[in-house]
């Protein structure tokens, strides 16, 4: 029995998350060792496992777009850049005067939730949509943008939909 296998080429990104290449086997001349938008240091390794981040699957497929993960797809740790936004989005959070420091800690678990793709994601997300009413609006606005990044697709919709 025939088994189309997916193979994947190595990707590059920063430890803030901006992808350097997706293509870093077929195409080696587009990495650099700093990011042209943060000077951040670039890695093409998790570097809990040292496993190589997946880059562009190498099938060809209409409409293909690459996403940077958030967890190495190895060992399941969080990537660097994911750390980093979700420590800016609970010191955000902790700006947030008018909350009790039980809201807090339950937003801060969502936010969790939210990059994740499982069930609690949705709860988490309507959970958070509710505090998001307690926010001060320039609060919310660079939190949206932190969630709309690390949020599965289906919990961005129903959070900002």
Known sequence: ?????????????????????????????????????????????CEHCGEPIRGATR?????YTYQTPSFCHSCGHE???LTRKLEQADRLVDLIENLTE????????????????????????????KLLIKTPQNIKDSLKDILVNVASEAVNKMMLG
């Open 1 to 45: 029995m025939y088994q189309n296998k997916k193979t994947y080429d190595i990707a590059v990104v920063c430890l803030n998350g901006h992808l350097i290449t997706n293509t870093l086997t077929s195409a080696p001349h587009e990495a650099t060792r700093f990011c042209s938008d943060c000077g951040e240091r670039n890695i093409a390794k």
């Open 59 to 63: 099938v060809y497929m209409e409409g």
């Open 79 to 81: 990537f660097p850049w």
């Open 102 to 129: 039980e809201e807090r800690s339950v937003y801060k678990s969502d936010i969790r939730e939210l990059i994740k793709d499982t069930p609690k994601a949705t709860v988490a997300g309507i959970s958070i949509k």
